[in-house]
């Protein structure tokens, strides 16, 4: 990723719990107002998530798309990348999950997105910094209820 816009919070719970919750692609709707619905279209051999089909209202981000998932640098990363979508070009992301303490964890949300419109690059990074600052403050807020 080239141009990504990047966020890093701290969590007050074990990186298990954190995992999980980040893991659970097709749940992603009971904690974040951004994704209107997420439906998982692929497993793998191991029951995780390859392929899913979401709809997003992230402010001048609002689309319905298909994601693939990576797996091969989990539990600490998870990526993301678009295999379609209705309006935007592109969309690529990374979860990097760290270990703080036993009851602390570190989560860094790296995003970049391209769209089917011009948009000057400073109004597209401030939005996709307000996508990554608004997820990581919903799942902060989920994993403390």
């Known amino acids: 990723m080239t141009n990504f816009s990047k966020s890093v919070i701290t969590i007050e719970a074990p990186i298990e719990q954190v995992q999980k919750t980040l893991f659970e692609l097709d ?3 009971e904690w974040s107002t951004q994704i209107k619905s997420s439906e998982a279209l692929d ?4 029951g995780r998530v390859t392929k899913v089909k979401m709809s997003i209202d992230a402010g001048m981000m609002k689309d319905r798309l298909t994601l693939d ?3 091969s640098q989990a539990p600490s990363k ?3 990348s678009m295999e379609d979508a209705d309006l935007l070009t592109s969309m690529d992301g990374i979860y990097t ?3 703080v303490d036993e009851d602390t964890t570190e ?3 790296e995003l970049e997105v391209s769209l089917s419109m011009p948009i000057p690059a400073m109004m597209r990074q401030k939005a996709e910094k307000a996508t990554i600052d608004a997820a990581l403050a919903q799942l902060k807020s ?3 209820a």
Request: no cysteine; proline share 5%.
């Open 43 to 46: 497993r793998d051999d191991q």
């Open 142 to 144: 989920h994993l403390e």
């Open 78 to 80: 998870l990526s993301f």
């Open 97 to 99: 999950i760290t270990s």
């Open 27 to 29: 749940k992603y709707p």
């Open 69 to 71: 998932y990576d797996w």
């Open 107 to 109: 989560v860094t949300y």
